[in-house]
């Protein structure tokens, strides 16, 4: 059964920093896409960042690049989000998403929501201004 879990969300003053992590499970980690999705009240889900699995490369949405940074524990199954210079923008939930074969993610979707599989169930960022 796949599983994806997050955790590290919480309450921060901007400018401040918070790290989340995504533990996964159910399948194997390296050939996997995790990506970093967020949804604001009344707004659509957006893409923030994804990782390729042992290819290692990294995607940002421009609104985070530069202040947030994608890495994974290939050993702990885990993928983590270090948010630096937050923003009261970057207030809303945040979701981690995995597709099982990152090999197959369409070149230029790496941020599309549909190109994920399965979905944890959220962990709330407020930034505080």
């Known amino acids: 059964e796949v599983q994806v879990v997050e955790s590290g969300g919480g309450l921060v003053q901007a400018g401040g920093s918070l790290r989340l992590s995504c533990a996964a499970s159910?399948?194997?980690?390296?050939?996997?896409?995790i990506g970093w999705f967020r949804q604001a009240p009344g707004k659509e889900r957006e893409g923030v960042s994804c990782i390729l699995g042992s290819e290692g490369s990294t995607y940002y949405a421009g609104s985070v690049k530069g202040r947030f940074t994608i890495s994974s524990d290939n050993a702990k199954n885990t993928v983590y989000l270090q948010m630096n210079s937050l923003k009261p923008e970057d207030t809303a939930v945040y979701y981690c998403?995995?597709?099982?074969?990152?090999?197959?993610?369409?070149?230029?979707?790496?941020?599309?929501?549909?190109?994920?599989?399965?979905w944890g169930q959220g962990t709330q960022v407020t930034v505080s201004s």
């Open positions: 159910g399948f194997t980690f390296d050939d996997a896409a």
């Open positions: 998403a995995a597709r099982t074969s990152w090999q197959t993610v369409v070149a230029g979707r790496q941020l599309f929501v549909d190109e994920y599989h399965y």
